[in-house]
């Protein structure tokens, strides 16, 4: 049996909150990552799936040209002209994952929700441990804004780039920075 082949374009960018890696397949974008995973072409197996990782550079191929512009709207979201992504997304994950990061996207700018909201809206009130497990497997924070889930209490908590870059996201859009 013949593996299947995936390619996904990266481009690579250096904000106030971090560098990022942004990976875009071409439908949308599939991954966002933050300096700690550096991003190399190469090619990697997911199950039955090969995936080829290729610079966006100037290639023309619509992967590349969505990570390029995926990366100039992170640009225009950092310096507070953006509020909302317009980039298509790709995202890989569990039903219940995708619902939880289609409620994230509810969430206004400049605005935050508990987990426990956030699972009562996608109709499991007990699953806010839940909420925070997708959370946690959200291939593109920043556009799908997991960075606005806060505890009941109103405390930060987990956040793939750190408590510090989530201060930072939270404060830039309530206009604090």
Request: hydrophobic share 35%; proline share 5%; glycine share 12%.
């Amino acid at each position: 049996m013949e593996n299947d082949q995936e390619i996904l374009y990266w481009t690579r960018g250096r904000f106030s909150f971090g560098e990022i890696t942004v990976c875009c397949s071409d439908q949308g974008v599939r991954e966002i990552r933050f300096a700690s995973a550096r991003q190399k072409n190469g090619r990697r197996k997911t199950g039955k799936t090969e995936r080829v990782l290729r610079a966006a550079g100037s290639s023309q191929k619509p992967g590349a040209r969505l990570a390029r512009k995926t990366l100039h709207e992170l640009k225009e979201y950092e310096q507070g002209g953006l509020k909302r992504f317009t980039v298509p997304i790709d995202t890989c994950g569990t039903p219940f994952e995708k619902m939880v990061w289609e409620e994230l996207l509810r969430i206004p700018y400049g605005k935050t929700a508990s987990y426990g909201e956030v699972a009562r809206k996608v109709g499991n009130p007990r699953g806010a441990r839940a909420v925070g497990m997708a959370n946690n497997k959200n291939p593109i924070p920043i556009i799908v804004p997991c960075h606005r889930v806060i505890a009941s209490d109103g405390k930060l908590s987990g956040y793939a780039g750190g408590l510090r870059m989530k201060t930072q996201l939270l404060r830039l859009e309530q206009g604090a920075l």
